[in-house]
């Protein structure tokens, strides 16, 4: 492990590919964010898109339709690390809030 980054690109990722879905997050899809809860724990999503972060989505559905859903992790899907150990120097670069689910 290296010292703490100072940006994303000093980030060590656990594996490219939990890297690249990061990177995709605010487009229609599926996408990794993080964020730190109230009490300061760090929080690993994967999160569910159905429109890009500027379309406010349809109109007139006759039915609530899902924009967007987040599922909390905290081991990597695909290398299976431990997020909070991987990360724990690099949460507050990481953390998108604006990318976040509308909370109600
Ligand atoms: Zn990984």
Redesign the pocket.
Known sequence: MGSRPLSLDQVTW??G??KGWFEAAGERGIAILVDRQADGAPAFMIQSRSVDTDDEGPKNHPRPVTLVAELHIQF?P??G?RLADVYRDAIDLMARPQLRQAQP
């Open positions: 656990c594996c590919i939990f990597c695909w290398c690390r």
